[in-house]
């Protein structure tokens, strides 16, 4: 019995056309489309850890892969066996670090984590938080907004993941975008407290920003597990519209978060032409600009 002879893998950029039949050109025809087109950034992170070659007689043998070329003949060149990772080890470590920050937050800060988590529902609590005394920049303030900023940055990564713009899923583009969202907050700020010394509504503007951490932070326990579990299991989910509810559940989140700073203003008696304006200019209108750059 004549011994097969197994060919080696050959280079995609140095195979001669003309010693493949009829049927062997079309697919390397397909083949060199496919590699021009838009899966080329994922050809080097195939599911395969083989190369196809081929004996005399035709007979495909999966080979051990000793290089970066690709085999033309290969299966796994296919657009069915390309992979597109949505699924990054940053994204755990990110979570890691929250989960970091969240156990410290209550170990170090327990009083203030309780209130904080009780005056969503109960005006008595946040009383009590207002009366500590705590200002603008106190470690429980910025805790409470870093908790809540990080999860929406993994919210809006969920998006682009769910809408197939893979190539900004990564740590660089997550602190980009976690960055502008706090900087927007900072520029909010900075112009409520210009407003506070036009009008001297300080307690008014010292008790919206106390609400937003105290929402922010209650953002960030519901949504995490939620953002964790969408974001691993991308590739299972595809066929629901998950980055269209995350966008709707962050339009939901700063609506009920602006309601929340309306009644607060009613609860503590804030309802002059001031306290209004406040509201509508500071409070509203970056609410409706920030909505319209990241959701629609």
């Known amino acids: 019995m004549a011994s097969a002879v197994v060919a ?16 062997q050109q079309q697919q390397w025809a397909q083949f060199q489309r496919f590699r021009q087109g838009s899966f080329l950034p994922f050809m080097e992170n195939q599911d395969s850890a083989h190369y196809w070659v081929y004996t005399a007689a035709g007979v495909g043998i999966p080979r051990e892969q000793i290089s970066k070329e690709i085999d033309p003949m290969s ?112 520029l909010v700020y900075f112009v409520s407290f210009l407003f506070s010394e036009a009008t001297g509504l300080y307690g008014l503007v010292r008790a919206s920003w106390q609400r937003k951490a105290n929402a922010s932070l209650w953002f960030g326990l519901v949504i995490f597990p939620l953002v964790l579990l969408t974001y691993y299991n991308a590739p299972k989910l595809t066929a629901y519209p998950l980055g269209r509810m995350y966008e709707v559940l962050l339009l939901v989140y700063l609506s009920l978060r602006g309601f929340w700073v309306l009644m607060g203003m009613f609860r503590d008696g804030e309802r002059s032409l001031a306290a209004v304006l406040y509201f509508c200019g500071i409070e509203i209108l970056p609410l409706a600009m920030l909505l319209k750059g990241l959701v629609f």
Do not use: C
Not at 8 to 23: E, K, M, N, R, W
Not at 139 to 145: I, S
């Open 8 to 23: 080696q893998p050959i280079s995609v950029d140095t195979i001669p056309s003309a010693s493949l039949d009829s049927a």
């Open 75 to 186: 299966p796994f060149s296919k657009v069915l066996f390309t992979r597109e990772s949505s699924a990054k080890f940053w994204f755990f470590a990110v979570a890691l670090i929250w989960l970091f920050l969240l156990l410290y937050f209550r170990a170090v800060h327990f009083k203030q984590f309780e209130m904080r988590l009780k005056s969503v529902y109960s005006p008595y609590y946040f009383s009590e938080l207002i009366d500590e005394k705590i200002g603008f920049a106190s470690t429980g303030t910025w805790l409470a907004h870093s908790l809540g900023w990080s999860v929406m940055g993994m919210a809006v990564v969920n998006i682009w993941v769910y809408d197939q713009w893979l190539n900004l899923n990564s740590p660089l583009i997550y602190v980009l975008a976690t960055t502008a969202l706090v900087g927007w907050e900072m």
